[in-house]
């Protein structure tokens, strides 16, 4: 059984950085892509960013562009979320996520744990 298991999260101030890592239990490039979704109460899990296991092209949802940076050590099964200037509306709880596509939350086959990320203004 695949196993996604997080790390990092936390909590800053607004403009501040955090970081959170996702490291899969069997070789990433079994999956076509690997990435981040995140949920606040009462609305729909939404994309954060994802990248091409094989390729490591990045996507990223318009609400993180040019702010977070996903990156991946194949080495390691491991990817990585740089989230910097962070804001308030970037508080949620972050889930990492493997499968057959990353852009919408239907589409991964593996879920992780979650990992609270909060930011105070």
């Known amino acids: 059984q695949v196993k996604l298991v997080e790390s990092g999260g936390g909590s800053v101030q607004a403009g501040g950085s955090l970081r959170v890592s996702c490291s899969a239990s069997?070789?990433?490039?079994?999956?076509?892509?690997m990435g981040w979704f995140r949920q606040v109460p009462g609305k729909e899990r939404e994309p954060v960013a994802a990248?091409?296991?094989?390729?490591?092209?990045?996507y990223y949802h318009n609400s993180v562009r040019d702010r977070f940076t996903i990156s991946q050590d194949s080495a390691n099964n491991t990817i990585t979320l740089q989230m910097d200037s962070l804001q308030p509306g970037d508080t949620a709880v972050y889930y990492c996520a493997a499968g057959r596509g990353c852009r919408e939350a239907s589409m991964p086959d593996y879920w992780g744990q979650g990992i609270q990320v909060t930011v105070s203004s």
């Open positions: 069997e070789d990433m490039t079994n999956f076509y892509c």
């Open positions: 990248v091409r296991t094989t390729t490591a092209r990045p």
